[in-house]
Nanobody, 125 residues
């Protein structure tokens, strides 16, 4: 089991940037698919971005392609989400997620084995 702690959320104006970090504990981090999800009030939790264990493969929601970048540093047991050109519709609680053992790409919440506690991102217009 991987334990996850997010940081880096906050309030930013539209067009601004934020960088989220997720520190993971556990020996399996380096072989675990990771990702970021978000959930806005009244909406379902949705995948924002996923990254393979090596970092060589990534996938993104259409709504964030070209604006967000997911990356990982296995030496530091950390995964990042760089968010640029933020929009008010990006406002949500952002969760770091670790995939289940058999998962090779993270696409839905059903693939997640561990969740972080969430960090709030608020984008003002």
């Amino acid at each position: 089991q991987v334990q996850l702690v997010e940081s880096g959320g906050g309030l930013v104006q539209a067009g601004g940037s934020l960088r989220l970090s997720c520190a993971a504990s556990g020996r399996t981090f380096r072989t675990t698919v990771m990702g970021w999800f978000r959930q806005a009030p009244g909406k379902e939790r949705e995948l924002v971005a996923g990254i393979s264990w090596s970092g060589s493969s990534t996938n993104y929601a259409d709504s964030v392609k070209g604006r967000f970048t997911i990356s990982r540093d296995n030496a530091k047991n950390t995964v990042y989400l760089q968010m640029n050109s933020l929009k008010p519709e990006d406002t949500a609680l952002y969760y770091c997620a670790a995939g289940k053992n058999t998962i090779v790409v993270l696409t839905t919440a059903q693939h997640v084995g561990s969740w972080g506690q969430g960090t709030q991102v608020t984008v003002s217009s």
